[in-house]
């Protein structure tokens, strides 16, 4: 059966209404997109930069940033999703450090590290400016709640594009779904964006209250939940005319959750690149 997926795993998948599927991998160390193209991703769906540029000492520099990304983009035919810094919480990084916090998965985690201190942030941008005149980078902000904060986070990158010439024209801009509030208001926190990807990590451990890696309530700690699902069916259903939908969380690896997942509306999966080929597989069967 694995082998077969995976004479299958470059071809697109269709569904019965024509409509296409992409899957796309999750992306953290450099290493992860060896063999992408071989493996029939489609694009990289989640670059997680606070696992990339972990090993470095110091921030990495925009030029140096942009030179990772057009890195990754050459790995792979299709689009390529940078997400911002998602440092705090289960991923801190020496460079930007935080305060402790008595809840820190409630605390300063994300987009919202950079409240008090943008900087960082911006260059960020800027190197996704940078990178996005030469290959096909989209960008995606972490750990949103309410639609001011995509506000906020585009007027960031109106900054880091006034530094860099402009924000390319067609760059595409998404948010995570990661945070229940911002699946509940989703067409608001979409309404300038072209995409949303939806972090079933999180979500669900916001959702159940139980905290990710906490071994005691790991059980509560089910992306298929039927509560965790109808949120999912509500951000395909809101979202607005011409967003697209994705999945970034590591269910969208399981195959028989995908295919639950896609039939709820979703049209990207971004999953880890040994998954790729079962998924495809798995989907092709609906
Ligand atoms: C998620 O929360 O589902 C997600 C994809 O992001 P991370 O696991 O990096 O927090
Ligand atoms: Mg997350």
């Known amino acids: 059966e694995r082998e077969q997926a995976e004479a299958a795993a470059g071809d697109p998948v269709v ?6 599927v992409h899957v796309v991998a999750n992306v953290g160390a450099a290493t992860d997109a060896n063999g992408l193209r071989e493996s029939g991703a489609d694009g990289i769906g989640l670059v997680r930069t606070e696992v990339l540029f972990a090993d470095l000492p110091e921030l990495p520099s925009v030029e140096q940033q942009t030179a990772a990304f057009l890195d990754l983009a050459g790995a792979v035919d299709g689009p390529v999703t940078i997400r ?3 440092v705090g919480a289960d991923k801190p990084l020496p460079f930007l450090a935080i305060a402790p916090e008595d809840n820190p998965f409630l605390g ?19 190197a996704v400016c940078r990178a996005a005149r030469e290959a096909p ?28 010439g402009g924000v390319p024209p067609g760059l595409a801009v998404g948010a995570m779904v990661e945070v229940p509030a911002a699946a509940l208001r989703v067409a608001e926190v979409a309404r300038r964006l ?21 071994e005691a309530v790991q059980d509560l700690l089910d992306p298929a939940d039927p509560a965790v699902l109808r949120l999912v069916a509500l951000v395909c259903d809101e979202v607005g005319p011409g967003v697209d939908v994705a999945v ?13 997942l896609v039939a ?14 079962l998924v495809k597989a798995a989907l092709r069967g609906q």
Do not use: H
């Open 194 to 214: 072209s995409f949303v990807s939806i972090g079933t990590n999180d979500l669900t451990q916001y959702v159940m209250a139980a905290g990710r890696g906490n």
């Open 108 to 126: 300063a985690r994300g987009l919202r590290v950079f409240r008090t201190g943008p900087e960082p942030l911006v260059q960020q941008l800027q």
């Open 15 to 20: 569904l019965g209404d024509g409509s296409a």
């Open 264 to 277: 709820l509306g979703v049209r990207e999966l971004s999953v880890s690149p040994p998954a790729i080929p």
């Open 137 to 164: 980078v989209r960008v995606m902000f972490p750990m949103v709640s309410r639609p001011d904060e995509v506000d906020w986070a585009l007027a960031r990158l109106a900054e880091a594009g006034d530094r860099e």
């Open 84 to 86: 911002t810094w998602d």
């Open 248 to 260: 970034c969380g590591d269910a969208a690896s399981r195959p028989e959750v995908a295919a639950r």
